[in-house]
């Protein structure tokens, strides 16, 4: 590993700190390096509040020492004014001579400009330090704005002889197949996420409230498929001031402050139209957890990008088949379970 691929890790590993709590703005890092030591270090934290590498100068205690410093990236530095100044300008007026970027952004108002920008000024720009592990930190930023929708993560536990639910239910809902350890590391995803989508026979069968009451961190926004408005205004999804999204096939209007009825054509394909509308309202990111008819349309029509699949240790006979999806994942144990992910890229 090169000197300049160790401070572009760090930038990584900072970056991290803000998943969740960053949308619809990416995860940025940022290390500022002088003479061979870190001298300031910083991450974006949450929309509207100061870019990574505000937080990075900020964080040097001799201001004198970035004349003669390196400013780490993980991202494009902004060249545009949006919620806080471009960070490009923030980069010359403290005079640092050289800048290492992780990757270019995809957003239309930097793109490159950026960049631009910073060479004209006289810095020394290089770029593409451990670009393929910046795209993968920010994969779901760079669908959104790449393929023009949320980036997409399927996720189901399944039983040993592949069930996703019991024939019958009797009192107990929902029926657990994975673990508590599994399960936790469910609400962790769904902090991770900006949205949460289920279908109308999940709400109905389980009630489940969609939060992340297992783990510390925000709660997705709430979306449900509802074609013929099915659900009981007294389910759990209706209980709370997180913002709701129904689809069902009336007409889009507000039902209340929180909860939005957005009308769509069933006769068409409704995941191109869910996506579509999660795009327009800048929804980067979305974890589907059922059930099987909703996974499968997802998986059908090819819109996902990731399949997280709990292979439990119990046997159910018979029930709700698991969705069918080719390929092979990458496992893991979690305790007495097996967890599979699946990519649908490179």
Known sequence: MTTEEKYMKRCI?????GLGTTYPNPLVGSVIVHEGKIIGEGWHQKSGEPHAEVHAVNSVKDKSLLSKATIYVSLEPCSHFGKTPPCCDMII???????????????????GTGIRI??????????????????????????????KR????????????????PAEKQEQKPVWISNLFSRQLVHKWRTEEQSILVGTQ??????????????????????????????????????????????????YNAVKENVTSVGIDFSK?????????LHQNEIQSVIIEGGRQTLQSFIDSNLWDEARV?????????????PFLNGNGKKYSIHNDELIIFRNYD
């Open 202 to 251: 999940t709400v109905v069968d389980d009630n489940p409230k969609l939060d992340a009451r297992d783990w510390s961190g925000n709660n997705p926004v709430k979306i449900v498929i509802d074609r013929n408005n099915r659900i009981s205004k007294e389910s759990h999804i209706f209980d709370s001031p997180r913002n709701t999204i129904i689809f069902n096939s009336g007409t």
């Open 310 to 322: 709990f292979k439990g240790s119990v046997e159910l006979r018979n029930g709700t088949r698991a």
């Open 269 to 277: 394909n409704i995941c191109e139209q869910i996506v579509a509308f």
């Open 93 to 111: 007026r403290h005079k640092i001579p050289n800048v290492v970027v992780g990757t270019i952004d995809p957003f239309a108002k930097v793109a």
């Open 118 to 147: 910073l060479m004209e000024a006289g810095k020394n720009v290089t770029v593409g330090i451990l670009e393929k592990e910046c795209h993968e930190l920010n994969k779901r930023f760079f669908t959104f704005h790449h393929k």
């Open 13 to 17: 590993q900072l970056a991290k700190n």
């Open 150 to 165: 949320p980036y997409i993560i399927l996720k189901w536990a399944e039983s040993l002889d592949g069930y996703i639910s």
